[in-house]
């Protein structure tokens, strides 16, 4: 069965009843997020791939969120965990208002300033608000933040030794009888008994005990198969700025701004999972914290939904060079010699070997985002770092933990930038301009914004053109179709395989991961290479 076959009637305000039928029967874990089973007799809700015994036609209903499941008076299934599943891949491929309300929620913005923050933040009137998502999600805004708070009070609860009334504050609830009261009601449990089945179930699977230290946790991320690893190593360890980022031993650990204070992550991949060490200074800053993780990692992504769009082969793996090679992780040099001959599938002499599972990476952090970026403008990786990391050193506040320190923030930079960049002068000038925007709020940076608004309001910086808007907007609100069609990297990568970057139009929507794979073919071409050419010249030599 395709993913295909389902996809297309999984949207937003439509759920096709045999589709998602199909999947439960099947129990195909991709869909694991993107719907829910309610069952009638047994008044719980399910992921798809929940194994149980599939239940009959008769007693289901398909609702797309958790909370519209728990409004509707179901609890959640103890068996299959399905708040534990990755979140619907949904919330990014669209982009109108319920899905960028739902980036939103996920972030804890209603835990800061309730159901009137969140609609301002949109511009549309709570009444307004409330309509749109409780027709195209079953719930509304107050509905999906209790189930956020459920997931969040869940974690805390299985994987810390905090005290409960500390749970029940740290995951956004009023009061310690609103948080009893949503736990029973949507696990069906106490939260005392909840802990102590957990406990049980960790001494007999011989698993790692919870942290003793409150404001420590260790978390699994999942994410559907499959995952290009390798794709993700490179990226995150070729961007480290030191100070505030660390790539040791396969691991990505740096600290991040939140809510209420800071956070410090470590980050690692793992064979059906990503293992997130988080430290954080308020354990309300959980929830955002590890949305942004996911973020940053595009684990919510639908790969084998964005692989067949793109002609890639289940079960297809290609041979690459090792991006994290010490040796490659720096991109090509504009003044590289033209690519080889197209690398092509050799079944299809037209069409061009992709990676499976390959991620477009978010962000942590808006404003650091754009700040990088423009730093990064016309020089190389390894050279952006670097400048990266002396702000940092410079302006960066100061915290305890096994990273000193944290990406300035916008208004410092606007004050005292100028200081400690380096470069052309316009460039400087354009960065301290796009802080100065950020620290006056006259520029918002969030998911919650329209691509085309966002793009539209970059361009009015200085300094800032289709390049940087562009990038900006496809890591900022996961924006699946973004080409982007003027970087040199991918202007190389898709001479490698043979792309005709003007006719593109196939591959909507998602040219963002379409940009990756070309990014990639370029890297992985240059590597090739450069392995190439010692063992020729030795054998030169040797000659």
């Known amino acids: 069965m395709a993913a295909a076959d389902i996809v297309v009637g ?12 199909r999947a439960v029967s099947t129990r195909d874990s991709r869909f694991d997020g993107q719907f829910f089973t309610a069952v009638r007799t047994t008044g719980i809700y399910c992921r798809p791939s929940c194994p149980a015994i599939t ?24 068996r299959c965990l399905p708040d534990a599943a990755p979140g619907s891949p949904l919330w990014n491929t669209r982009a109108d208002l319920a899905a960028r309300a739902m980036r939103l929620i996920g972030d804890g913005v209603i835990e800061r300033g309730g159901v009137p923050a969140l609609a301002a933040t949109l511009g549309y009137s709570q009444r307004q608000l409330t309509r749109v998502l409780t027709t195209e999600l079953g719930a509304g805004p107050l509905a999906l933040a209790r189930a956020h708070r459920a ?27 609103q948080f009893n009261d949503t736990v029973r009601e949507v696990f069906a449990v106490s939260p005392t008994t909840m802990r102590t089945e957990a406990n049980r179930a960790k001494s007999t699977s011989n698993a790692r005990q919870v942290p003793a230290v409150n404001g420590t946790l260790s978390l699994r991320l999942p994410y559907r198969e499959p995952l290009d690893r390798a794709w993700l190593e490179w ?58 993780l996911r973020h940053l990692l595009d684990l ?29 992780t720096r991109l090509p040099d504009a003044g590289a010699g033209s690519p080889p001959d197209a690398e092509l599938d050799p079944c299809d002499g037209r069409r061009p070997v992709f990676s499976p599972g390959i991620r477009v990476p978010g962000c942590l952090d808006g404003p650091e985002l754009l700040l990088r970026t423009m730093i990064g403008q016309q020089i190389s990786v390894s050279a952006a770092a670097t400048h990266t990391a002396r702000l940092v050193d410079a302006l960066g506040d100061r915290v305890d933990g096994p990273i000193p320190l944290l990406f300035p923030t916008p208004a410092v930079i606007a004050e005292r930038g100028a200081e400690v960049l380096t470069g052309p002068t316009r460039r400087i000038r354009s960065i301290i301009g796009a802080a100065e925007a950020l620290a006056s709020g006259e520029l918002a940076l969030h998911q919650g914004r329209t691509a085309a608004d966002l793009r539209r309001d970059l361009l009015a910086l200085d300094g800032v053109g289709p390049w940087t808007a562009d990038y900006v907007t496809m890591r900022l609100l996961a924006d699946p179709d973004v080409l982007l069609n ?13 792309i005709d970057l003007s006719d593109t139009a196939r591959w909507a929507p998602w040219r963002s991961y379409l940009s990756m794979h070309l990014w990639k073919a370029a890297l992985t071409d240059r590597a090739a290479r450069a392995k190439t050419k010692p063992a ?5 030599a040797e000659a």
């Open 10 to 21: 999984v949207t937003i305000t439509a759920l096709d009843f045999e589709r998602c039928y």
């Open 55 to 78: 239940p009959k036609r008769v007693n289901v209903s398909f609702l797309p969120t958790a909370a519209a499941a728990q409004q509707a008076g179901y609890r959640a299934c103890r």
């Open 151 to 177: 997931h969040t009070a869940r974690l805390l609860i299985q994987t810390t030794a905090m005290p409960m009334s500390d749970i029940a504050f740290a995951a956004g609830f009023a009061s310690i009888r």
């Open 235 to 292: 990226f995150l360890s070729s961007h480290v700025a030191p100070g505030m980022e660390l790539w040791e031993n396969r691991a990505y650990t740096r600290n991040l701004r939140t809510p209420h204070g800071h956070a410090t992550t470590r980050l690692s991949f793992q064979r059906d999972h990503v293992r997130a060490e988080l430290a954080l200074h308020d354990m309300r800053d959980l929830a955002p914290t590890v949305a942004r």
């Open 300 to 328: 919510d992504a639908d790969p084998i939904g964005i692989d067949e769009a793109l002609g890639i082969a289940p079960g297809q793996r290609v041979s690459t060079p090792e991006l994290t090679d010490p040796d490659t």
């Open 486 to 498: 003027t970087d040199l990297v991918v202007r190389q990568g898709a001479a490698v395989l043979g």
């Open 536 to 540: 020729s010249s030795k054998a030169s």
